[in-house]
């Protein structure tokens, strides 16, 4: 299967219409999308990606109104949160209908729904014509993809259509809202932060991870969001190992205040100025560093707050993946 590289939504939705997979950028992470009816396209998602089958995929609609075609809206507090922040990087799990295939939702009772603000996102499930599934567009356990080339980079002939378009402004996923229990609670942070969705709805509880039931939102169970290289979480950057090839991400500069190292000492290195920059560029640099054959990549901690705590989740998950521990200098 050769993938082909399109700018045209209405060309990456016919695939779909043709019961295939299609990549679609969206302002979080790159999606691979299927029909969310098509119960055998949405197993080629999950073969495509190398996905387990117990790892729920969202439902992607164009318009609030499409909501109720997958699942039952019914709820203040979803209705709450679908007008004040769709379109955007927000999840909301509800309760499924029941035409929906369980390969969406892995066997659950209720659904994630999110409805991108991206405009080829929204141009492209405007001709789907009805709601897409979609996790993000790279093997399982990779860290997404927030440009084409890294789409292609993970799944290159083994899906037909890429839909090339401006790249996320977010750069990491939604966050997911579990609206089906009382109080509501985040099950992932992400491009929404607990602080804004209080302003909203003041009862939402924060993540829990203490918590034994089958997992409603994506990436909360299996292996995700690491690159091949040891990643290390760090207050301040160590002067590289001797002979490592080591990366570093952070708001500092790698050797602050000349203490520790030089940026002679780093094979690549990413400075950002916000936590919105820092989320922006997390995953592109993880995928740089791989491709530069890094041993390790140092990042920087950040505040747990705001975007912080989605930035937060995703490095302890992929240094808990590469077996690095916490270091503090």
């Known amino acids: 299967m050769n993938t082909i590289v399109t700018d045209s939504p209405e060309e990456a939705a016919s695939f779909v219409a043709a019961g295939e997979t299609a990549a679609f950028p969206t302002e979080t992470v790159y999606g691979l999308g299927a029909d969310a009816f098509n119960a055998e396209a949405v197993r080629r998602v999950f073969e495509a990606k190398g996905r387990p089958a117990d790892n729920p995929l969202i439902a992607h609609v164009a318009d609030i109104g499409e909501i109720d075609r997958v699942a039952d809206c019914s709820s203040g507090v979803a209705r709450r949160l679908a007008e004040r922040f769709f379109p955007g990087p927000i999840t909301l799990v509800l309760p499924k209908r029941p035409d929906v295939p369980l390969e969406v939702t892995a066997g659950l009772d209720t659904i994630g729904v999110r409805m991108p603000r991206h405009k080829a996102a929204q141009a492209f499930l405007r001709t789907c014509g009805g709601p897409v599934a979609a996790p993000s567009a790279n093997r399982s356990g990779r860290p997404s993809p927030t440009t084409w080339q890294a789409v292609l980079e993970d799944l290159n002939g083994r899906i037909p259509c890429v839909l090339r378009g401006e790249r996320p402004v977010v750069g990491l996923e939604s966050t997911v809202v579990d609206c089906s229990t009382n109080p509501p609670r985040i099950l992932r942070a ?133 077996e690095a521990t916490e270091t503090t200098n």
Do not use: N
């Open 190 to 322: 992400g491009g929404v932060p607990l602080e804004a969705l209080r302003e909203a709805v003041p009862e939402i509880q924060g993540p829990r991870r203490d918590s034994a039931e089958a997992p409603r939102s994506p990436g909360l169970r299996h292996r995700h969001y690491a690159p091949r290289a040891r990643v290390a979480l760090v207050e301040q950057a160590p002067a590289p190992p001797p002979g490592s090839v080591a990366g570093y991400i952070g708001m500092d500069a790698p050797g602050k205040d000349g203490q520790r190292g030089s940026g002679q000492d780093w094979r690549l290195v990413e400075r950002v100025a916000t936590p919105e920059e820092y989320a922006r560029r997390l995953f592109d640099f993880m995928r740089r560093c791989d491709a530069a054959g890094a041993d390790v990549i140092y990042c920087q901690i950040v505040e747990p707050t705001g975007v912080g705590a989605a930035i937060m989740d995703r490095l302890r998950r992929a240094a808990s993946a590469t």
